[in-house]
């Protein structure tokens, strides 16, 4: 799809899920009436604010106790904190934009690529949410007064903060942004499929998966995690970048089956095996829907397959743990978009190593054919 008829369902998409998110967050006050506990209980009130306030300009219900604090002391950092605000909405919309384009441009909604074009801009949504949430975090962290102590482990919090909330932002966002993809996409030359040899394909999608497995199945095991996070004692401000690593390497946590019983363990471990599954089979139709196979899109499409797998495990965990017959089915929704520090950057080297293995074994573009003058 050429950038004239992808930038407008692109532009769509970007400001669609920044008013979604935008809504969404202006909506935590209205947590904050007396009749809230009439329609949802205590706890579920408190877990629905829990995933609002990362988008809420309301100070005092995104910071809490800081922001008691904050007020006692006046408005010296109410300014920073609508600044580190208004930083993560234009980020959110500047990264959503990014890669909807470029997925648009590589996977249009054409030629029977309409559902993969839809999961793609799906996953997309939390991983521009987490990076707008990344960039801005200095500033919310600053607001609170008390941006010298435990840096780090700050960061990490507010990192992981963007919740399921942008998770439903970006379903409806990728559906919304495919209509109009078709309804601009209508009249442009066919993109057929392109065949890409099966061997390289399985062994690129083999490759792939087993950077997104070191995470899954090597790093994220309690002893190694445990290692990661207690590697770092020097002093200083610096000192304790456990909790950021963790974000960000991790995309999970196990053990062995010593803590439960063999079969739930196995359970547990049939999650993991399905994100493993759903990785590779992506990664493995990825180069035949992609129009033209280059290294940014297979390492944004590795990401949005990471992430896809994430949903999928997650949605397992909820099935096996039955959280919802004890705790309701807002925190059973709780562990929706969980992981994506992780799966943007294992995505992101997965992504590579595929392309680097389609290249080594031989798959290339089709030369464009010569344009005959009239």
């Known amino acids: 799809m050429a950038y004239r008829r992808a930038v407008i369902p692109a532009l769509v998409g970007g400001l669609l899920i920044t008013l979604l998110l935008w809504w969404a967050g202006a909506s935590a006050q209205a947590l904050q009436l007396r009749g809230s506990t009439s329609v949802f209980d205590v706890d579920s009130v408190n877990e629905l604010r829990r995933w609002l306030t990362p988008w809420s300009y309301d100070s005092s219900a995104a910071l809490g106790s800081d922001g008691a604090a904050a007020t006692a002391q006046g408005t010296r950092y109410a300014d920073l904190y609508s600044t580190g605000m208004q930083i993560r909405f234009v980020a959110l919309f500047a990264f959503f934009l990014a890669g909807a384009l470029l997925l648009l441009r590589r996977i249009p909604p054409v030629q029977g690529r309409t559902p993969a074009t839809l999961l793609a801009l799906w996953a997309w949504g939390p991983v521009a949410a987490t990076s707008a949430v990344t960039v801005s975090a200095p500033w919310?962290?600053?607001?609170?007064?008390?941006?010298?102590?435990?840096?780090?482990?700050?960061?990490?919090?507010?990192?992981?903060?963007?919740?399921?909330?942008?998770?439903?932002?970006?379903?409806?966002?990728?559906?919304?942004?495919?209509?109009?993809?078709?309804?601009?996409?209508?009249?442009?030359?066919?993109?057929?499929?392109?065949?890409?040899?099966?061997?390289?394909?399985?062994?690129?999608?083999?490759?792939?998966?087993?950077?997104?497995?070191?995470?899954?199945?090597?790093?994220?095991?309690?002893?190694?995690?445990?290692?990661?996070?207690?590697?770092?004692?020097?002093?200083?401000?610096?000192?304790?970048?456990?909790?950021?690593?963790?974000?960000?390497?991790?995309?999970?946590?196990?053990?062995?089956?010593?803590?439960t019983s063999p079969v739930r363990w196995l359970l547990y471990r049939a999650a993991d095996?399905?994100?493993?599954?759903?990785?590779?089979?992506?990664?493995?139709?990825?180069?035949?829907?992609?129009?033209?196979?280059?290294?940014?899109?297979?390492?944004?499409?590795?990401?949005?397959?990471?992430?896809?797998?994430?949903?999928?495990?997650?949605?397992?965990?909820?099935?096996?743990?039955?959280?919802?017959?004890?705790?309701?089915p807002v925190h059973m929704l709780s562990p929706l978009g969980g992981g994506v520090p992780a799966a943007l950057t294992f995505g992101l080297t997965a992504g590579l190593a595929a392309f680097a293995t389609l290249r080594l074994t031989g798959d290339r573009d089709p030369a464009p054919s010569p344009v005959v003058p009239a």
């Open 140 to 259: 919310l962290i600053a607001s609170r007064g008390r941006g010298g102590y435990r840096v780090l482990p700050q960061l990490a919090s507010v990192i992981a903060s963007s919740g399921p909330v942008a998770v439903f932002a970006g379903l409806v966002t990728a559906l919304l942004t495919v209509v109009v993809a078709r309804v601009t996409g209508k009249g442009a030359d066919p993109l057929p499929r392109r065949s890409v040899p099966l061997g390289a394909a399985r062994l690129s999608a083999s490759v792939g998966t087993a950077v997104v497995a070191l995470s899954l199945m090597v790093l994220s095991y309690d002893s190694v995690a445990a290692r990661i996070q207690t590697t770092f004692s020097s002093a200083g401000i610096l000192s304790e970048p456990g909790d950021l690593l963790r974000q960000w390497l991790l995309l999970g946590a196990w053990s062995g089956p010593a803590t």
């Open 273 to 328: 095996v399905l994100l493993l599954a759903v990785v590779w089979w992506s990664l493995r139709l990825l180069p035949g829907l992609l129009t033209r196979t280059t290294a940014p899109a297979m390492a944004v499409g590795t990401v949005c397959a990471t992430v896809l797998g994430l949903f999928a495990s997650q949605v397992l965990h909820m099935a096996i743990d039955d959280t919802a017959s004890v705790w309701g």
